[in-house]
């Protein structure tokens, strides 16, 4: 069930990523909420929750030392890599570099901001 409801959240934020992010557009050349169908939405979603079940541990293993030196800043750059990754695999979703970082960071906050309310004894400062 929470499986579903992540896939659901991160539809939903991915969605609004490239609605609301100037870059993205379609095959057409269109870009905005009328854009994309629900099927492209869901399409991208699961080439991002599998890019991110794949291939995302290995990038992270490997990025382990810089992300620690950088307290944890890299994986802003490990996200942008991923959502690239997927933007470019999904059918009828384009995009470039900066379009694909900025969603990379509201994704991130997104996650955060999930994790934190899923779990609150995990982020207590006490």
């Known amino acids: 069930m929470h499986l579903l409801i992540r896939f659901i959240v991160n539809a939903i934020v991915l969605?609004?990523?490239?609605?609301?992010?100037?870059g993205f557009?379609?095959?057409?050349?269109?870009?905005?909420?009328?854009?994309?169908?629900i099927g492209t939405i869901v399409i991208l979603a699961i080439i991002f929750g599998l890019v991110n079940m794949l291939i995302g541990p290995i990038l992270r293993l490997l990025s382990a030392p810089i992300t620690?030196?950088?307290h944890g800043l890299f994986q802003v750059v490990i996200n942008w890599i991923l959502l690239g990754l997927a933007v470019w695999i999904a059918p009828n979703v384009k995009g470039g570099w900066l379009p694909t970082l900025i969603g990379a960071i509201v994704l991130m906050i997104v996650g955060t901001l999930i994790a934190m309310a899923s779990n609150p004894e995990r982020t207590s400062t006490v």
């Open 25 to 37: 557009h379609n095959n057409a050349g269109q870009s905005g909420f009328g854009a994309y169908s």
């Open 68 to 70: 620690w030196l950088t």
């Open 15 to 22: 969605w609004l990523v490239i609605s609301l992010v100037p």
